[in-house]
């Protein structure tokens, strides 16, 4: 009874709408319709404005999948019903990523909220084979090209270029990503030194930071990435993030 009754009182709108739209002039609908549908497509861009991604116990299920590395053990990443991804990285090191939604989607900013509760010594993440970090969030971007596309089938960060922002290092610095020097950066936002036990926010300008690294404009989002990295040291660390959104 209810869905009958919305149904009728959205004819009646429809049909109020369009008998006020009939009795206007030429130039007085044109107006008026191209308000109305300014409207529309206003309140769809508002409604796509936040994306935040999933984050529950059940993450293969959630679109989550581990990109491991030959020779070295995963970390463990543990999704909890209150939102939170544990990532526990003991003698190891892996990604746990996710397509942004089933096509890439255009963002401004990048926001999450991320813990250390057991850290890491400060490395030199300049140098691959000793660039241990707490915790990292990389940013894969969908480059426009067939080539791209092919690569990607095979792994989500030879989709196109990538950022990635880390806890860990000696300094808040920027630099090329040690493994991938030709297509990724990194940027230290939280130093080894950083408080600890409590949670930091971040919001970083994703279309500002590619621009001054690759000197063109941003693509569109294709994959966002979690990961921990212990596998050089060989110690344990352990880390939480929560809140990834774009916007």
Same mark, same amino acid.
């Given at each position: 009874?209810?869905?009958?009754?919305?149904?009728?009182?959205?004819?009646?709108?429809?049909? #109020?709408?369009?008998?006020?739209?009939?009795?206007?002039?030429?130039?007085?609908?044109?107006?008026?319709?191209?308000?109305?549908?300014?409207?529309?497509?206003?309140?769809?861009?508002?409604?796509?404005?936040?994306?935040?991604?999933?984050?529950?116990?059940?993450?293969?299920?959630?679109?989550?999948?581990?990109?491991?590395?030959?020779?070295?053990?995963?970390?463990? #990443?543990?999704?909890?019903?209150?939102?939170?991804?544990?990532?526990?990285?003991?003698?190891?090191?892996?990604?746990?990523?996710?397509?942004?939604?089933?096509?890439?989607?255009?963002?401004?900013?990048?926001?999450?909220?991320?813990?250390?509760?057991?850290?890491?010594?400060?490395?030199?993440?300049?140098?691959?084979?000793?660039?241990?970090?707490?915790?990292?969030?990389?940013?894969?971007?969908?480059?426009?090209?067939?080539?791209?596309? #092919?690569?990607?089938?095979?792994?989500?960060?030879?989709?196109?270029?990538?950022?990635?922002?880390?806890?860990?290092?000696?300094?808040?610095?920027?630099?090329?990503?040690?493994?991938?020097?030709?297509?990724?950066?990194?940027?230290?936002?939280?130093?080894?030194?950083?408080?600890?036990?409590?949670?930091?926010?971040?919001?970083?300008?994703?279309?500002?930071?590619?621009?001054?690294? #690759?000197?063109?404009?941003?693509?569109?989002?294709?994959?966002?990435?979690?990961?921990?990295?212990?596998?050089?040291?060989?110690?344990?660390?352990?880390?939480?993030?929560?809140?990834?959104?774009?916007?």
């Amino acid at each position: 009874m209810l869905s009958s009754r919305r149904s009728s009182k959205r004819t009646i709108e429809l049909e #109020f709408t369009w008998t006020h739209i009939k009795s206007m002039n030429y130039f007085t609908r044109i107006v008026f319709l191209s308000v109305f549908l300014f409207s529309i497509g206003s309140s769809q861009s508002f409604a796509r404005e936040t994306h935040t991604l999933p984050i529950n116990p059940d993450l293969i299920g959630s679109g989550w999948k581990m990109l491991r590395f030959d020779g070295i053990p995963p970390s463990e #990443f543990i999704g909890t019903k209150d939102g939170i991804l544990e990532i526990r990285s003991h003698k190891s090191s892996s990604v746990l990523y996710t397509a942004v939604a089933d096509d890439p989607i255009e963002a401004s900013t990048l926001t999450w909220s991320w813990h250390v509760v057991e850290g890491l010594p400060a490395t030199n993440l300049k140098k691959a084979g000793g660039d241990d970090r707490v915790l990292a969030i990389h940013v894969v971007f969908a480059e426009d090209g067939m080539m791209s596309r #092919f690569k990607g089938m095979f792994s989500p960060f030879a989709r196109g270029r990538v950022l990635t922002y880390v806890w860990g290092g000696h300094m808040t610095d920027e630099f090329p990503h040690p493994h991938l020097p030709e297509s990724a950066w990194m940027i230290i936002r939280q130093p080894t030194d950083a408080p600890m036990n409590t949670w930091i926010d971040e919001t970083v300008d994703l279309q500002a930071d590619y621009q001054r690294v #690759f000197g063109s404009k941003m693509p569109p989002v294709a994959y966002i990435g979690v990961s921990g990295d212990a596998d050089d040291l060989g110690e344990m660390c352990f880390g939480m993030v929560r809140n990834i959104a774009l916007n």
